[in-house]
């Protein structure tokens, strides 16, 4: 069938496509031009375009799992190189000479505490332990007590011999341990960083354990203490052998030794207490025995309390250790008693202001100030006006504690240079004995109160303190410490130390028998060791960390065996180096225990004041 176009064209339909590809293709492109200039959305591209290919992205089998290539390739060569990298460093650290760091080597002061405390070890008496490291001491006066049929205390073995004799006198001794005591309280962890903790607690118990024999330390109320054992009067040109006129090796005494019973010492009764009281803080990890020894002191001080008396009065320990007084002892076994026991009786009775009068405590005087032997009021008014810096009490007791610390801070500032309270040598050393013999006892006792008392002002958060307008800081204390202790310690004008055994210019000439005497298996009779009591020669054993009893007021010295108020060391002298070693020593921060000292002392709660009388018009 045949059609005819409009147009004058014949109208011709074809089952098939008459036109090329090419002129469809252009004909579309034409058709569609104005419809493409559309951005077209995912879904029409995807029906104009077909499906996209898209890139495949590889991966690599780990067995256990599958990683993409790229993050295998990154982590593999991360461990690579940071295998190089500490292999390279290992290399370098292996050719580098190595610069081993040792602890830093330990100061003079440690140095000299160490040899101190050697000093308790040749003084001790009795039976010895395995392990007293002199080897020129042995087993010595095994029958104290039992050779005196006129005493009850049969069993007076062991404790410490006074100084260069043989005589065992109890009031020094007991001062001794107390010192001692009260230096392990406050610096328990200075001693354990020198490595002498043990063996200073060892020192304390070897006298303590005979103390506790010298009274019925079982019963609760006594009426007789051995105050002394041996003997040591020459006067009146006595030649009965005894302790002071023969010069014999304690091992070797075979005359009597008599034992002196007191029935009225206060002071003696009350230091003794003190010791026991001071050692049971110590020992307060050991309960049984700290328990025993409160128990000791409390017997010793209700003794002390109610036989009144001066223990020196006429016995012969009024020509050695003769006591002034024992008000001192009264405040300063009080004040023990109450930090060992918590019981505020005693404290009540430490900061009784007659008892402190009778002290001497507000008067002053030329030895005010000054700790010994006799006298422990500075002692006593340092231990309490510590606890009115940490325990703040209040009343009724602030106002006796008040007084007490601004006593103590008068002390503080009569230590110093700036004042003149007491004189100095040339070389620097404070005469706190005015110039008389053996002075370096009580300087040592000074030196440890001055660092003790910056130390608790320290730990206090204290900088310092007044001496009347001006302000001092606690580095001057401090000071004054260090430059006493080095003076004993060799540097003074004659370089010379006067511990033996520390440095190389030392006594070779100390007044002790044991040391002068050679152990050589020959037992000399009274008169037969004289030979070496008057030698020129030097000891021929060493009696390492003795204190002798130091220089003149002219900062001479006389190294002579013969003159014991240059060269004879004593117990108390040494415990009071003991404590001031130690609390110089080691790492400064590293300062006091605040916290020992009270471990028996209940919480304080402040009584309030009673009301004020009412007004009235």
């Known amino acids: 069938m045949y059609g005819r176009d409009p147009w004058g064209g014949p109208l011709e339909i074809h089952t098939a496509d008459s036109a090329t590809d090419d002129d469809r293709s252009r004909n579309l492109q034409d058709f569609d031009r104005a419809a493409m200039s ?73 140095l000299a505490l160490r040899k101190a405390l ?37 069993n007076l073995v062991g404790g410490y011999y006074d100084a260069g ?97 007191c029935h009225g010492c206060s002071d003696l009764a009350a230091e003794m207490a003190a010791a026991l009281a001071s050692a049971s803080i110590v020992f307060k990890d050991s309960k049984a025995y700290s328990q025993k020894l409160v128990h000791g002191a409390r017997t010793l001080f209700k003794f002390s309390r109610d036989q009144r008396g001066r223990y020196s009065v006429g016995n012969e320990a009024e020509n050695f250790y003769n006591s002034t007084g024992y008000w001192d002892e009264f405040i300063w076994g009080a004040t023990w008693l109450y930090y060992a026991t918590g019981n505020s009786s005693y404290l009540q009775l430490a900061t009784t202001p007659g008892l402190a009068k009778h002290a001497g405590a507000f008067w002053g005087g030329p ?34 504690l008040r007084t007490f610390h601004n006593q103590t801070s008068i002390i503080m500032c009569s230590y110093l240079p700036v004042f003149t309270s007491f004189n100095r040598t040339k070389g620097g050393l404070i005469q706190l004995n005015h110039g008389r013999p053996q002075p370096l006892q009580y300087v040592v006792n000074a030196a440890f109160l001055a660092t003790l008392f910056s130390d608790y002002l320290a730990a206090a958060d204290t900088p310092g303190w007044y001496c009347g307008p001006n ?68 000891n021929p054993n060493t009696i390492v960390g003795a204190m002798v009893a130091g220089p003149d007021k002219h900062d001479g010295f006389r190294d002579v065996r013969s003159n014991y108020n240059y060269t004879e060391p004593t117990l108390a002298g040494n415990a009071g180096l003991v404590a001031a070693l130690v609390a110089l020593s080691g790492d400064r921060d590293v300062g006091i225990d605040k916290n020992t000292l009270f471990s028996a002392v209940p919480p304080m709660f402040p009584t309030p004041p009673p009301p004020p009388a009412p007004w009235k018009p």
């Not at 993409?68 to 390279?88: D, E, M, N, P, Q």
């Not at 007590?145 to 205390?153: A, I, L, R, V, W």
């Not at 230096?183 to 070897?206: F, N, P, R």
């Open 471 to 538: 302000f001092y800081s606690t580095d001057v204390l401090r000071k004054f410490a260090e430059t006493q202790i080095d003076y004993i310690l060799g540097k003074n004008p004659r370089k010379m130390s006067y511990v033996v055994g520390f440095g190389n210019h030392y006594p070779k000439h100390v007044h002790h028998r044991g040391a002068s005497i050679p152990k050589n298996k020959v037992k000399y009779n009274c008169k037969g060791g004289w030979k070496y009591r008057d030698s020129s020669k030097a």
């Open 165 to 261: 004799d043989a005589i065992k006198f109890n009031f020094p001794q007991s001062f001794a341990l107390t010192m001692l005591s009260w230096s392990v309280i406050e610096y328990s962890a200075k001693y354990e960083a020198a490595g002498e903790l043990a063996h200073v607690k060892d020192t304390i118990k070897w006298g303590t354990d005979y103390l506790l024999k010298t009274f019925n330390s079982s019963a609760d109320t006594i009426d007789r203490i051995a105050a002394q054992v041996g003997k040591g009067d020459t006067s009146g040109g006595a030649t009965d052998p005894n302790d002071h006129y023969c010069w014999v090796r304690p091992e070797d005494i075979d005359y009597a030794r008599p034992v002196t019973e």
């Open 38 to 110: 559309r951005s077209l959305d995912e879904t029409q591209q995807s029906w104009l375009l077909g499906p996209t290919e898209q890139k495949k992205k590889k991966y690599v089998d780990l067995g256990c799992i599958i990683v993409s290539r790229k993050i295998f390739k990154w982590t593999v060569g991360c461990i690579i190189a940071a295998a190089l990298l500490a292999g390279f460093i290992t290399m370098i650290v292996k050719l580098v000479p190595r610069h081993k760091h040792h602890n830093p080597p330990p100061d003079n002061y440690t």
């Open 118 to 154: 050697m000093f308790f070890n040749a003084q001790k008496s009795g039976k010895l332990p395995k392990h007293n490291n002199v080897s020129w001491r042995g087993n010595s006066c095994l029958q104290d007590g039992k050779s005196d049929d006129s005493t009850m205390f049969k």
């Open 367 to 400: 030895d005010y100030g000054v700790l010994s032997w006799d006298n422990k009021l500075t002692g006593a008014q340092v231990l309490l006006s510590r606890m009115r810096l940490f325990l703040s009490p209040g009343y009724p007791y602030e106002e006796i």
